[in-house]
């Protein structure tokens, strides 16, 4: 039986107890005695109906002949004997009863409030100090141990992030044996920061470290220091790492330390004391730890611009491990070990899933799974499919299918040229990615999409990709201008993805032959914020015409080789719009021998980066033309549905 539960019973009974006594004290039970005045009992005295009479301190019990018993007060200064031969009684026997010494009853009403007030703090603070109660532990952790001794994640559950394990390899040996490294004078990192984009799988990879170690494990959220009450964080802070010396060798993980590190000094009305009292706790605590202190702390974040500088100093958080979206070879080691145990097609091609999901985070993809799972369920299969796990992808990137919109013969017209205008470019420009599906069924926000196969993840972007890109963005407005001689509202998205990627050619890249290689305007953002709100203009009016006129060149160029291309591909143009009319989506093996049959010529080969580059850049945010942000899809938003 729970002890708690014991514990919690017998503290009810108490109070059911003290309840009873106090109703019973206030309401006395009624035990059958008749209670009559003093004049009555002197008339049954006068009539002889009275047998005995119980004497006690100030009232009487008279038993009559017929054993009936009434109770009366008596009255002051009144002679019992006396009385009796004033009143000429017969036979009548006369009893007394000595008084107690004490009046307990009396003594017990008269403590009984303090007695109540005593127990009930007793039972508030016993209830305090209860497992779920935090009432009376303002300044103890909350951090939660995982213990060592099972370990349910090692590295073998951890795919995609291949250097960033090598990295912690060095604090799981730390942990395991630190005398080698205390034998040459070495000291290992005390902190160490885990980078990432959200989804990356930065707690992932902590638990790993300690169960790689097999050491315990304190996991806490930086929101959790922080409390209304200045000081309660700094406690908390104290308490969590005492409890990490006591169990030494051990990883205390500080999840979303941002919360709680942010630069001193950066928020809007002056400081926040209470936060800078924790971090200012955390620094003292990390920097007061003895060499042989076998006690690392991992943290995380996905905004490492924001944290206090003293808090990334040598001694404390000094050493990154970046984790970043994992490449295609990433992307199907994460899908293997997620698909792992689950009861797969044979038709499943886990190199074509990764392939279809550039940007997808391990997150992403273990969502892929699971969706993929579910459909397979709700279509009363025994295994997970091809088909599943590809309209997974589509419900991830743009949510499910709305095949109950009702639209127009004409508008779904417009949407198969629309999409096939896309589609069709991107399989004549030589530097363009392969068309892999092309739909017009509408999800979320989208009325249609194509979406193109990467043949490999980039981190170089030439400038004849970039104006391939911008044809095939452009290529759906031109299909409409084409067949119907008319512009819809369909190209919104496109026409904002085209001008956003011209503006950075021209400005960030320098990939304009006017202007020349120059960077142009810089971002500006609040540190407290973490977003972009202004752009400084580091150049005068008439440079900011200039690249204005560069831009609407690079654009109007991109759509007339669009243009261009349907013209001279004016019936496979048709032909494919056709087929989505009647089919609503194309893919896969199916399209590849359409645009063979319809175009004659086999798919071209896509140029790599220049080749006098040696080693690729190691950001991919200043040149990935399609995601600027390392969070953005993959491409399928090209060709939303027209505006209804």
């Known amino acids: 039986m729970n002890k708690n539960l ?28 008749k209670e009559v005045p003093f004049s009555t009992v002197k008339d049954m005295i006068k009539r002889g109906e009275v047998k005995s009479i119980l004497v006690e301190e100030n009232s009487l019990t008279v038993t ?25 009684a017969k036979d009548v026997t006369l009893e007394y009863k000595e008084a107690s010494g004490f009046n307990w009853s009396g003594i017990l009403m008269s403590f009984l409030p303090l007695i109540l007030m005593v127990g009930l703090i007793i039972f508030l603070f016993s209830r305090a100090q209860g497992a779920n109660s935090q ?32 990295e912690l390899h060095e604090v799981v040996e730390f942990l395991k044996g630190p005398e080698k490294f205390l034998a040459l004078g070495a000291r290992i990192p005390r902190g160490v920061l885990v980078v990432g984009p959200p989804g990356t799988g930065k707690t992932l990879l902590a638990r790993a470290v300690a169960g ?53 000094g950066a928020g809007l009305g002056g400081s926040h004391d209470e936060r800078e009292q924790t971090l200012n706790q955390i620094l003292v605590e990390m920097d007061g730890f003895d060499t042989n202190t076998n006690v690392i ?21 000094d050493r990154q491990v970046v984790l970043d979206r994992p490449d295609i070879a990433g992307r199907k080691a994460i899908l ?70 009702i639209i127009n013969p004409r508008q779904k017209e417009v949407l198969a040229y629309h999409e096939a205008g896309h589609a069709l470019v991107a399989r004549l420009l030589p530097n363009a990615d392969p068309v892999h599906k092309i739909s017009i069924v509408a999800r979320g926000m989208m009325g249609g999409y194509t979406r193109l196969l990467p043949t490999e993840d980039r981190v170089l972007w ?25 512009m819809t509202t369909g190209a919104e998205n496109d026409i904002e993805h085209a001008s956003k990627i011209a503006r950075k050619m021209v400005t960030e890249y320098g990939m304009s032959d006017k202007l020349g290689p120059r960077s142009l305007g810089r971002k500006e953002e609040l540190v407290f914020l973490g977003k972009e709100i202004s752009e400084q203009r580091n150049y005068s009016e008439r440079m900011a015409l200039e690249i204005d006129r560069e831009v609407d060149s690079i654009v109007k160029g991109a759509h007339s080789r669009a243009v261009a291309l349907l013209v001279e591909n004016r019936t496979p143009l048709s032909k494919l719009a056709a087929r989505l009319i009647s089919q609503e989506t194309i893919e896969g093996e199916e399209l590849a021998k359409f645009f063979n049959e319809v175009l004659g010529i086999p798919a071209p ?20 033309p399609a995601a600027p942000k390392p969070a953005a899809k993959p491409s399928p938003k090209l060709g939303t549905a027209p505006a209804t």
């Open 297 to 317: 702390v991992l943290a995380a974040t996905n905004r490492p611009d924001i944290l206090d500088p003293a808090l990334l100093r040598p001694g404390r958080f």
């Open 6 to 33: 014991v514990k919690n019973g017998f503290i009810y009974l108490v109070i059911i107890i003290i309840a009873v006594i106090i109703f019973s004290t206030i309401f006395p039970f009624s035990s059958g005695t």
């Open 462 to 486: 030439t400038r004849s990709q970039f104006n391939d890109m911008l044809a095939v963005s452009l290529a759906g407005r031109a299909a409409e201008e084409i067949a119907f001689n008319e």
């Open 64 to 88: 009559s002949r017929d054993d009936t018993k009434v109770k009366s007060l008596k009255e002051e200064r009144i002679n019992m004997n006396e009385l009796l031969d004033t009143l000429g």
């Open 605 to 624: 080969v896509a140029s790599s980066a220049p080749s006098g580059v040696a080693a690729p850049v190691a950001s991919n945010e200043a040149l990935s």
């Open 135 to 166: 009432a009376l532990n303002f300044g103890r952790s909350r951090a939660r141990l995982v213990t060592g001794s099972k370990p349910t994640v090692t590295f073998a559950d951890v795919a995609g992030v291949e250097e960033a394990k090598q």
């Open 212 to 264: 790689e170690a097999g050491v315990p494990f304190f996991s806490i959220s930086g929101s959790e220091f922080v409390e209304m009450f200045v000081g309660v964080g700094a406690s908390r802070v104290r308490d969590l790492f005492d409890q990490a010396k006591r169990n030494a060798p051990c990883i205390v993980f500080v999840d979303e330390i941002d919360a709680v590190g942010r630069h001193r």
């Open 336 to 405: 293997e070990v997620h698909t792992k145990g689950k009861p797969l097609d044979s038709g499943v091609n886990l190199d074509t899933l990764a392939k279809q999901t550039p940007g997808f985070s391990g997150a992403d993809l273990a969502n892929l799974v699971n969706e993929g799972a579910i459909l397979s369920a709700r279509r009363n299969k025994k295994l997970v499919g091809m088909a599943e796990l590809e309209e997974a992808i589509d419900r991830v990137i743009a949510g499910p299918e709305k095949r109950s919109r």
